[in-house]
């Protein structure tokens, strides 16, 4: 495999060649398919340099705007199909959020209670720094109307897991960062259309309720089909009958629906109540996918490792996608977009490590904070954004700030592991300096002792 991703380096350096000479001589039929080629290549191939291998996730990302910006139409429709369906997008970015969910656990909700604290600061900052922030360049860039909306939107989502990789990275306080990431998910359903509401409903028509169902659907349900699998893992006999209880009731339920229970329910309930049905339908759902997804691990055991890779696959897809869609406005303010989404980054990691200082908190809970606060949950956006059908305007945020949010993240996690390590050396050589005063103390006090008995 090293070998191989060797040869795709090779590969990419060769297509580099050929973008410049299509480049120079303006051929379009030239440069473009060798600038999709070294993107593809260069990602697998910067496998094999130890310094990049840990970008190679954000190469992937990069690959899909590549992509996206120079064959727009290959990825909008597929025949008579639009990529674009709001269903469509909305099984995959459940399905990205399932991935993710396959690496939380329901013991990550116990760490409230040892760092209660500090996650009451973490959320704190989470849904004030970031929304504020990205109203601020709105109003300072002054982007159209739903492009404007997106930055908003991606400052005003919940941190994703991405987080908690960085935060591991950066030897900093895991259990907080866990803990912040499952509790702001809890409370994203009502926070993020609050805030959308507040700060960007003058620009794009907020449905408070609808954006609310809209994230349980794709965020607390996926999730919770996740959950249902770790629950699984440590199940008694009495657990598994009420599994298969509920599995049943859910499977005769949702098999009634096509066949006419929810046109008679139609007829019975109001609006609201059927779409409060509709998500109890999603529920049902989830219980069976989580049920299901368990009784395959017994028999694939390292399905849970290849989740992960699904859910890059998937965020890869809503990435060329948004972009596809998106591509005139990103050639009008891709830049501009670019800059915007630095500084929103940026300031979520000065102001949730500056203020988690401020409010006591201790270096490593700090850092966390500030991971928490930087590193947005794009695919939630992106999938709010597809329920909207403006998956190219206000979707555009989401697919320039999450690339970049990877390479700064890994950046600033690095650095910050480098600082922890000699921070906790130095903590040791203190310790060790501690113990050495200890002892000349104690041997003083020895030989005063026994000069004292020996004038006696």
Same mark, same amino acid.
């Given at each position: 495999m090293h070998s191989f991703r060797r040869f795709c380096l090779l590969i990419a350096f060769a297509a580099f060649a050929v973008v410049l000479t299509g480049l120079l001589k303006s051929d379009a039929s030239l440069w473009q398919p060798a600038a999709v080629a070294m993107a593809v290549t260069a990602a697998i191939g910067i496998g094999a340099l130890n310094a990049l291998k840990?970008?190679?996730?954000?190469?992937?990302?990069?690959?899909?705007?590549?992509?996206?910006?120079?064959?727009?139409?290959?990825?909008?429709?597929?025949?008579?199909f639009d990529l674009r369906n709001k269903w469509l997008i909305l099984v995959v970015v459940q399905l990205v959020m399932f991935g993710m969910g396959i690496q939380m656990s329901?013991?990550?909700?116990?760490?409230?209670?040892?760092?209660?604290?500090?996650?009451?600061?973490?959320?704190?900052?989470?849904?004030?720094?970031?929304?504020l922030m990205g109203y601020l360049l709105t109003r300072v860039f002054h982007f159209e109307t739903e492009i404007a909306a997106g930055i908003i939107l991606i400052g005003s989502c919940s941190s994703g897991l991405a987080s908690n990789v960085m935060v591991y990275i950066a030897r900093a306080n895991l259990i907080l960062s866990v803990t912040i990431t499952a509790m702001a998910t809890l409370i994203a359903p009502f926070m993020?259309?609050?805030?959308?509401?507040l700060l960007a409903g003058t620009l794009i028509e907020i449905k408070f309720i609808n954006m609310m169902m809209e994230i349980i659907k794709i965020v607390i349900v996926p999730i919770g089909a996740a959950l249902i699998h770790d629950h699984l893992k440590r199940a008694t006999s009495r657990?598994?009958?009420?599994?298969?209880?509920? +599995?049943?009731?859910?499977?005769?339920? @949702? $098999?009634?629906?096509? !066949? #006419? =229970?929810?046109?008679?329910?139609?007829?019975?309930?109001?609006?609201?109540?059927m779409a409060s049905l509709e998500l109890l339908n999603f529920f049902?759902?989830?219980?069976?996918?989580?049920?299901?997804?368990?009784?395959?691990?017994?028999?694939?055991?390292?399905?849970?490792?290849?989740?992960?890779?699904?859910?890059?696959?998937?965020?890869?897809?809503?990435?060329?996608?948004?972009?596809?869609?998106?591509?005139?406005?990103?050639?009008?303010?891709?830049?501009?977009?670019?800059?915007?989404?630095?500084?929103?980054?940026? +300031?979520?990691?000065?102001?949730?490590? @500056? $203020?988690?200082?401020? !409010? #006591? =908190?201790?270096?490593r809970s700090s850092r966390t904070v500030a991971l928490e606060v930087g590193l947005q949950n794009g695919g939630m956006a992106?999938?709010?954004?597809?329920?909207?059908?403006?998956?190219?305007?206000?979707?555009?945020?989401?697919?320039?700030?999450?690339?970049?949010?990877?390479?700064?993240?890994?950046?600033?996690a690095n650095y910050w592991r480098k600082r922890a390590l000699q921070e906790e050396i130095k903590g040791e050589k203190i310790d060790v300096d501690q113990i050495r005063e200890e002892n000349i103390a104690e041997e003083k006090i020895e030989d005063d002792e026994k000069l004292r008995k020996a004038k006696t």
């Open positions: 840990n970008y190679q996730y954000t190469a992937w990302i990069i690959t899909a705007v590549v992509a996206g910006m120079i064959y727009p139409t290959a990825f909008l429709h597929w025949g008579e329901m013991r990550d909700f116990k760490g409230l209670a040892s760092s209660g604290k500090g996650v009451m600061i973490g959320l704190l900052c989470q849904f004030s720094v970031m929304p993020t259309p609050l805030l959308m509401k657990d598994w009958r009420r599994a298969k209880l509920i +599995a049943l009731v859910a499977t005769i339920w @949702l $098999l009634l629906m096509p !066949f #006419g =229970l929810w046109t008679t329910l139609e007829e019975i309930f109001s609006v609201e109540a049902g759902g989830a219980f069976l996918v989580g049920l299901c997804y368990h009784l395959c691990t017994l028999k694939f055991p390292k399905l849970d490792q290849l989740m992960p890779y699904l859910s890059m696959f998937g965020i890869v897809y809503f990435t060329t996608v948004t972009t596809a869609a998106g591509r005139d406005n990103l050639l009008k303010v891709g830049f501009i977009l670019f800059l915007a989404s630095v500084i929103h980054n940026v +300031a979520g990691y000065f102001f949730g490590y @500056l $203020l988690s200082r401020v !409010f #006591g =908190l201790d270096k992106s999938g709010l954004a597809g329920s909207m059908g403006k998956l190219g305007t206000v979707g555009l945020a989401a697919a320039v700030f999450s690339p970049w949010m990877n390479i700064s993240g890994s950046i600033l």
